[in-house]
């Protein structure tokens, strides 16, 4: 299994960016895939989620109402729109993926997202 994440960069507060994560290896049915931020000196930290199968969704309280996490089954792609940027958004983005009721076993390599005030 393999997660490509890609679309990061620098974007000012209140800009957007939107990252993908392109999954191969595998059918994903029955799979959550997940969005996870890093910033420097914290610890990793949840930000979305999505059912695959099913489309539904979970945010963070910090990113609710200005992310949104969405996939494209045909492409085998989950993406998080990211809106209303601000500057403690900025952080290295992971997608992961992992079973429904289980942790998350497959990650991809992080893209940076950083926001300037």
């Known amino acids: 299994v393999q997660l490509q994440a890609s679309g990061g960069g620098l974007e000012q507060t209140g800009g957007s960016l939107t990252l993908s994560c392109a999954a191969s290896g595998r059918t994903f049915s029955g799979y959550v895939m997940g969005w996870f931020r890093q910033a420097p000196g914290k610890e990793r930290e949840f930000v979305a989620r999505i059912n695959w199968r099913v489309g539904t969704t979970y945010y963070a309280d910090s990113v609710e109402g200005r992310f949104t996490i969405s996939r494209d089954n045909a492409k085998n792609t989950v993406y998080l729109q990211m809106n209303s940027l601000k500057p403690e958004d900025t952080a290295v983005y992971y997608c992961?993926?992992?079973?429904?009721?289980?942790?998350?076993?497959?990650w991809g390599q992080g893209t940076q997202v950083t926001v300037s005030s």
């Open positions: 992961a993926a992992g079973r429904y009721g289980s942790s998350y076993n497959y």
